[in-house]
């Protein structure tokens, strides 16, 4: 099991080397999603915030009812109302956040089909959706409002200083076996080298498993409060 979890780490803390030419160099893909669109969106011709969820490992595939296990799609399956859309891509197996271009035709297809606030544009995920949530920020540093990933990590190189503009509010447990809680140590530090905007809650003696953060709404009310 420890092999294992240290082959999961190695993988996932090397995904981020590529991810300032993601946009430049891989292939446009049209993943999968789930759509929650809030119960005022029928009544009025409002511009509403975005909020893009990224999973973790366990859910990639073709089949997008797995992500209502956890995460925010379980939240709208438990009946929980957001003054927000939600879309939550869901990434094929054997892959990764960065893999594909997905983040492009994901976006440019909401936006045609809904009415959506440029301004107000955010992204969230946990473990491998965390460390996609930071990957996407990087390489499309000008797209979000803010950011907000769960025990994840990417490279700690200057590549980061790129969403040094960009509100950043990030979770790790301290007893986090599977992803360490240097990785996400290691950003928030480089970050506030370069005079980035970041929050980091530290949870201690807390694992892997802090899916239930999504059912926190002051963690939603921070991220309505950022805008471009």
């Known amino acids: 099991m420890k092999l294992f979890l240290l082959s999961l780490w190695f993988c996932l803390s090397g995904l981020c080397f590529q991810t300032q030419s ?3 160099t891989k292939s ?31 859910h990639r595939g073709e089949d997008p009812a797995k992500l209502k296990a956890y995460g925010l799609p379980y939240q709208v399956e438990k009946g929980q109302d957001f003054p927000f859309i939600i879309a939550s891509p869901q990434c094929p197996d054997g892959k990764f956040w960065s893999t594909d271009n997905w983040f492009e035709p994901l976006y440019d297809e909401l936006k045609a089909k809904y009415r959506i606030d440029p301004k107000r544009v955010y992204l969230t995920g946990i473990s491998m959706g965390g460390y996609g949530t930071w990957q996407t920020a990087v390489a499309y540093p000008d797209r979000f409002a803010a950011i907000v990933p769960f025990c994840g990590g990417c490279d700690d190189s200057t590549q980061i200083c790129r969403i040094k503009q960009v509100p950043v509010w990030t979770f790790h447990g301290t007893a986090d076996d599977i992803i ?3 990785e996400t140590e290691r950003l928030v530090k480089r970050l506030e080298q ?18 239930y953060l999504y059912g926190d709404k002051t963690i939603y009310e921070w991220l309505l409060k950022q805008h471009k």
Do not use: M
């Open 28 to 58: 446009r893909e049209h993943y999968k999603y789930l759509l929650y669109v809030p119960k005022t969106y029928a009544t009025d011709q409002a511009a509403y915030p975005l909020v893009i969820y990224l999973h973790g490992g366990s």
């Open 180 to 182: 360490p809680i240097n």
């Open 194 to 211: 370069c005079g980035g905007q970041v929050k980091f809650t530290r949870l201690e003696a807390e694992g892997h498993g802090i899916q």
């Open 22 to 24: 993601l946009a430049q």
